[in-house]
């Protein structure tokens, strides 16, 4: 593995974390520079349901964003496979959500990301995190269980 690679593929990886918390803030846009537009991207959030292609998974991202009311999501440990232009990073990840009554609920997952190397970015392609009861709990909804 190529140490470059490796460093923009974990900056790509960190990027996707600041998205995930201005979503939590209620704003999805930074989902936009990070994420490919492709019509073969999938999505499958923490919340349940998979999500194909990239109207579906911005449609999904703004949806989320709407029912936010705060928290944080970090990573806390790393594994990185890089094979030409895929690369895959399995995380941990740590945070608080704050649930409607503003308590916040602390969430351990894992998450699975996929970025594919277009124009020269690492984009993210795939993203899979295990399903959070808690995030339903949080948004008021189980639209997505």
């Not at 930074?30 to 999938?42: I, K, M, R, W």
């Not at 690492?122 to 959070?132: G, P, R, S």
């Amino acid at each position: 593995m190529h140490t470059d690679d490796k460093a923009a593929v974990l900056a790509a990886h960190k990027a996707w974390f600041l998205a995930l918390n201005a979503m939590l803030e209620g704003d999805p846009e930074p989902f936009a520079e990070v994420y490919s537009h492709a019509n073969d991207v999938s999505y499958m959030s923490a919340e349940g349901g998979l999500r194909v292609g990239w109207d579906e998974t911005w449609r999904d991202w703004q949806a989320q964003a709407e029912l936010t009311r705060g928290g944080y999501v970090e990573g806390v440990e790393n594994h990185v496979i890089i094979e030409g232009d895929m690369a895959v990073v399995q995380s941990l990840e740590r945070g608080v959500l704050t649930d409607p009554e503003g308590v916040g609920i602390e969430q351990e997952i894992r998450e699975t990301s996929v970025f594919r190397r277009e124009d020269g970015e690492w984009k993210m392609i795939v993203h899979h995190a295990d399903v959070l009861p808690g995030w339903i709990q949080v948004a008021g909804t189980a639209r997505h269980a």
